[in-house]
């Protein structure tokens, strides 16, 4: 596993948005990222680097959900900010916000950045059939690894997102938040 000072740990923030479907299921939105890059065909909140002009780590995760998704400011109620996590192998600092949001009608998409934009039931993400485990192997890995993941949508949730799930999950399923 790659180290990292804390000095050259790049900072980023995402937005974990939630709300309550028209059935009142409580769903979390995701992006699946473009091929390429160093994040390409991931599964993630929306989110990236903090900008200079950014004048908070919040102000980057709202300003980000904006361009990625198309989630309007005005439509995003911050309701916890969680612990800050760093990326095993990327080099990442990432400060996560849950906001309850309102969806737009329609998402609109980075077409640049972003394959696809979904959403999954939370209770289809607590579901036993949802969490997995397989060995995985990168190149900047010395051996393969078992690495734990959330399956949603055909995809595996893993890394950061699964790690950030891993403790939000729990809380949003006993009712911590209304949503």
């Not at 969806?103 to 949802?130: C, H, K, N, S």
């Not at 485990?133 to 949603?152: D, M, Q, T, V």
């Amino acid at each position: 596993m790659m180290k990292h000072s804390h000095d050259q740990l790049i900072d980023s923030a995402v937005l974990i948005p939630i709300y309550s479907d028209d059935d009142g299921d409580a769903r979390l939105v995701f992006v699946r990222r473009n091929e390429g890059g160093i994040h390409g065909g991931q599964i993630a909140f929306p989110g990236g680097k903090h900008d200079p002009e950014d004048e908070s780590m919040l102000a980057t995760a709202i300003r980000e959900a904006w361009e990625e998704i198309g989630l309007s400011p005005d439509g995003i109620e911050v309701i916890a900010t969680l612990p800050v996590l760093e990326t095993h192998t990327t080099g990442y600092r990432i400060f996560p916000f849950l906001a309850r949001i309102v969806p737009p009608g329609q998402w609109r998409r980075e077409e640049r950045e972003i394959a696809e934009i979904f959403t999954v039931r939370l209770y289809d993400l607590a579901r036993p059939e949802a969490q997995g485990e397989e060995l995985r192997k990168f190149p900047n890995w010395p051996e393969p690894r078992r690495i734990k993941f959330y399956l949603a949508n055909g995809y595996k949730i893993w890394g950061a997102t699964y790690r950030i799930l891993r403790g939000l999950l729990p809380r949003l399923l006993a009712g911590e938040w209304q949503i």
